[in-house]
């Protein structure tokens, strides 16, 4: 499908990368808890990229080390935990758990906190050893170590996700996606993780921005991070994290592809009840009667507007455009005709047999212009209306428009529609 854009879009991007002002520090998160906070860089570049490595090296811990994190202390039980080390390299202070590093202390850190690098790697020791036995799945966590501390499974206390209230139905929308990989086997969460971090990019970047475009990513180590935290996190915790991971995962990957503040209003989506669609163009809206006005000779007639089309074996079976629902849920002037400019497009879609966590995309195109685009997480069969509202004023205006169709990426069909008169059939005045 092809990338439009609007120079709109872009300059706004540019003028929000321009303001982003850079951070003198950030967190290092395990199991909920802030294990150290890092100052630097370091030989990364970026605090950022710093970051991500350490998160990595706390994943390949947790995947690999699990002998040396649940380590047993038969006579003192408070002191059952990870075993780590600390030893110097590179004339850095290093913190490691069996063969995996974890993390080094630089002389940024220490002085940022009033410390030496020595005493700050030995505070950071102490809170890894708390934090790195809360992260492992429920399933990987040995027996004995649950009956010797029960209170690792008692009640976590909720922590808000912080986000404005115009972006509740997007903290709801990136926790369902959390969910989803909470649920999923084992083997269906590996083949369909870059699927899932795709779908919250997307979800982020075209949250109130229909207008621009593909997101400037398309893989991010917060992002999937996230979706092996959350389905490594016992229930408890979960339920008490899943709104907070949300919003600080918005956060960040706001903050990571630098975007411009909100515009235009949140699309709609509802599931519908089982009912066919009508098919073939209808009447649409009514056009007001032109002002009489001097004869003109009879103007050319407009191309005729192009048929439906989807690509076979798609889990797309039937695509509707219409202007609303009717009160017992029938589609309202459904065809790809719409005489009289519209506040809002509905877009019908009859979906079945859908692979797990399948992605839908609805792209709206307007000329080399995104109207608006969205993207939709389905599994199974499914009936659903997304709704559309124009980006910058109360009606989409006059002109032959395309919905673009995509199921995981892949060119799933194109449906041209035409709202307004129809070019060269309006009369002087």
Known sequence: ?????????????????????????????????????????????????RQAAIDQRITNAISNELKNIFVMNENHPELDGPKLTIAQANDLWTLSIGNQMLI???????????TTTKALIYQWKENFFRALPLAPSPKDVPPWWTERHPEAAASFEPKPHGMPDQDLSLVREVALIFQSARDMAEADFE????????????LVW????????????????RAKSALKRARGLVDAQYRAEKWWMSGLTIKKLRLEMRMPPGIGPVPEQRDLPDFTAPTGPQPGPVAPDPIAGPTTPDPAQPEPIAEARLAPGSALRQVALGTGLGPNNEILNTGQEFG???????????IADARPNTIVGVTIGHGPEIVARRLVRVSGDRNLAVTFYPSRS?????????VLLTVNGEDAGVIPFRVGPAVGTLTGG
């Open 1 to 49: 499908m092809t990338r439009l854009t609007i120079a709109a879009c872009i300059a706004a991007i540019v003028v929000a990368a321009g303001a982003a002002v850079a951070q003198n520090s950030t967190s290092i998160v395990i199991g909920g808890e802030i294990v150290a906070h890092i100052r630097t860089g370091g030989p990364y570049g970026s605090i950022y990229q």
């Open 104 to 114: 080094q202390a630089y002389p940024a850190d220490a002085n940022g906190s009033g």
């Open 191 to 202: 083949a369909l993780l870059p699927a899932m971090e795709q779908s919250v990019i997307q």
């Open 206 to 221: 075209t949250y109130r921005h229909p207008a621009c475009g593909p997101a400037p990513i398309t893989e991010n180590i």
């Open 340 to 350: 009289a400019e519209i506040g809002q497009l509905l877009v019908y879609l009859k």
């Open 394 to 402: 109360t009606t989409f205006s006059t002109g032959d428009y395309k």
